[in-house]
């Protein structure tokens, strides 16, 4: 994991991305599609978000926002907002 990955979301959409990509480390300004994501992996990854944080995203979101710094800048506040909630966040 990249040193400068702080913030619980962050960590987590990380690991999540990490896990699904079969990649050891991500960096923010990683692109989803440029370390071998693809259309599968992506319907992969919205449902170990919305299993994993509790968080419904449509699947453009990883297509509006292909990095993870931008998917995390998207995602983070809907994870919080879920928590407030009384979803099961992360």
Known sequence: ???????????????????????????????????GGHSLLAVKLMSAIQHKMGVELEMSAIYDFPTLREFSAHVSPLIVAENRSGGRGP
């Open 1 to 35: 994991m990249a040193d400068d990955l702080a913030g619980r979301p962050l960590k987590s959409i990380a690991d999540i991305w990490a896990e699904i990509l079969g990649v050891k480390t991500i960096d923010p300004d990683d692109n989803f599609f440029a370390i």
